[in-house]
């Protein structure tokens, strides 16, 4: 079955530090992916996503993604975090066409100290 | 525009009981979904809509769990009986284009809680 993983489960990091997040996936065809952000109380949103082109895909706030076809890899990076980046972060993958589901890993909790 | 919108945020309920969210998508988007966090897990896939038919309900967990959309608007989702295992967030999203280009907009979810 086709999984994703999200390999951090928790990162602590003081601001202005550099964000790593790792995001690898197990299916052998062609793939949309996407990063999701859930801050403190309000919805999932859509921080990045990458179906076609160039790996490297940039999103709101400064997020940045480079997806490795050969690693099965999107790994979401920010240079500089912010306090106000603290959120649960989310990889999710869609098989393409034919299927609209996500498969989402378990999420990272990012604490940024102010 | 509106968000998508879910009705309970929070709801509580004994084992045994019955229990029904609701999700009113952003107007306009056909293609609606159903998810569920259960503590500490992925978020996890339940069924789709187009409209009001249902697309893919291959991650309907039993047949305790019945999802209906009514004229292709807001969608239900009533779970009966509810088991402990049912506790978990429970998201609805909707899309335009089916997600793969646009990707969701989710809704704040439902919590529930089967005690």
Not at chain 2, 24 to 31: F, T
Not at chain 2, 50 to 64: C, Y
Request: with cysteine.
């Amino acid at each position: 079955a086709q999984s994703v993983s999200q390999h951090n489960h928790h990162v602590i990091l003081s601001e202005a530090a550099s964000l790593e997040l790792g995001c690898n996936y197990s299916y052998g065809g062609t793939v949309n992916l996407f990063w999701y952000v859930q801050y403190p109380g309000q919805h999932l949103q859509l921080l990045l996503k990458y179906f076609s082109g160039d790996p490297l895909v940039k999103g709101i706030k400064g997020f940045e993604a480079e997806f490795i076809k050969s690693k099965f890899s999107f790994n979401l990076r920010k240079p500089s975090v912010q306090w106000s980046d603290t959120a649960e972060y989310f990889c999710a993958v869609n098989k393409g066409s034919g299927t609209y589901k996500y498969i989402f890993g378990t999420g990272t909790r990012l604490k940024v100290l102010a | 525009e509106a968000g998508v919108t879910q009705f309970p945020s929070h709801s509580v309920i004994e084992k045994g009981q019955t229990v029904t969210l609701r999700c009113d998508p952003i107007s306009g988007h056909d293609n609606l979904y159903w998810y569920r966090r259960v503590m500490g897990k992925e978020i996890k896939f339940l069924l789709h809509f187009v409209k009001e038919s249902k697309q893919d309900e291959s991650g309907m967990p039993n047949n305790r769990f019945l999802a209906e959309r009514t004229g292709g608007t807001y969608s239900t989702l009533k779970v009966q009986p509810a088991e402990l295992e049912d506790s978990g967030v429970y998201f609805c999203a909707s899309s335009q284009d089916g997600g793969s280009v646009y990707g969701y907009t989710f809704g704040s979810g439902t919590r529930l809680t089967v005690v």
